[in-house]
Nanobody, 115 residues
Framework: QVQLVESGGGLVQPGESLRLSCAAS????????MYWYRQAPGKEREFVAS????????NYADSAKGRFTISRDNENNMVFLQLDRLQPDDTAVYYC????????WGQGTQVTVSL
């Protein structure tokens, strides 16, 4: 069965960085587009970034362009999200996501940006 386990969140100050990781298992990781979404308190879950199966194409939400970088390691079934120049509006739970026979989500990792 599909399993996605996120890690790497934490509490940082504005302008700092974090690197989120997602360990995937239970499916053919290297042939699927992988996504990162986030959900802030009181808001709907929103798209952040996606990466093609071989990692040669990435798409970003406008809020993420120029600050966040998605990458993947197909040998180890991992997907990453580098978060740079974080701002308080980036505070959210960040989720790893794959669409394989339905929608699959991890448990999320909390990112809090605050002074």
């Amino acid at each position: 069965q599909v399993q996605l386990v996120e890690s790497g969140g934490g509490l940082v100050q504005p302008g700092e960085s974090l690197r989120l990781s997602c360990a995937a298992s239970g499916f053919g990781f290297s042939v699927y587009i992988m996504y990162w979404y986030r959900q802030a308190p009181g808001k709907e879950r929103e798209f952040v970034a996606s990466i093609s199966p071989v990692g040669d194409r990435a798409n970003y939400a406008d809020s993420a362009k120029g600050r966040f970088t998605i990458s993947r390691d197909n040998e180890n079934n991992m997907v990453f999200l580098q978060l740079d120049r974080l701002q308080p509006d980036d505070t959210a739970v960040y989720y790893c996501h794959v669409r394989r026979d339905g929608y699959h989500w991890g448990q999320g990792t909390q990112v809090t940006v605050s002074l």
